[in-house]
């Protein structure tokens, strides 16, 4: 074996999960940001938890809000999931801005991708600094999915989106 980079063995181990995290903005406006670093971590309670960037904008909401929708975006979104993931909620209305039409979720005031896959709704039970980033970890209120869309994933180091191939 060889020595690797801890980005390039993520590159290495590709295609990895892949998200769009749905926070919810003062104005009311669902803000959207591409999250690889998510991960189931317990169905007894049900937990989940994902790494962002400490200058986050969605992370800024979460903290405040301690509510979060993590969707797995449909095959049609991949252009769009890298423009969320290529700008900041500070400055941008991503879902108008990317034409990312936006639909309603049961008991939630977060709005979620159209063409979501898999949404995830949580509230906030506590988070971590793990480094540079800050872990957020969730408690699942609820789960939907819509079988009719293929979940994306992200290739080669984060550089490109696309559906899994079959094994
Ligand atoms: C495919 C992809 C995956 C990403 N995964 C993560 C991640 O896991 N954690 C993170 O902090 N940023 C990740 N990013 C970068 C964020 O999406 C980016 O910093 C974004 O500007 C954050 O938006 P916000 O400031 O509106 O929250 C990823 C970007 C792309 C394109």
């Not at 181990?13 to 919810?24: D, F, G, K």
């Not at 400490?54 to 095959?75: D, F, I, Q």
Request: with cysteine.
């Amino acid at each position: 074996m060889k020595s690797l980079s801890l980005i390039n063995a993520a590159k290495f181990t590709s295609p990895n999960p892949l998200s769009l995290i749905c926070s919810r903005t003062p104005s009311g406006e669902t803000n959207l940001a591409a999250v690889s670093w998510w991960t189931y971590l317990s169905l007894k309670p049900e937990i989940i938890g994902f790494a962002m960037m400490k200058m986050s904008y969605t992370g800024e909401m979460v903290r405040a809000n301690k509510r979060v929708v993590l969707t797995v975006p449909g095959e049609s979104l991949a252009k769009q999931v890298m423009q969320c993931g290529c700008s900041t909620g500070r400055t941008k209305h991503k879902a108008k801005d990317f034409g990312i039409d936006l639909k309603d979720i049961p008991n939630s005031d977060i709005q979620i991708p159209v063409h979501s896959a898999i949404a995830i709704q949580c509230s906030l039970r506590e988070y971590i600094e793990v480094g540079d980033h800050y872990f957020y970890i969730c408690h699942v209120e609820n789960v939907y999915g819509d079988e009719e869309e293929r979940p994306l994933f992200a290739w080669n180091g984060y550089s490109s989106i696309a559906p899994a191939q079959e094994a």
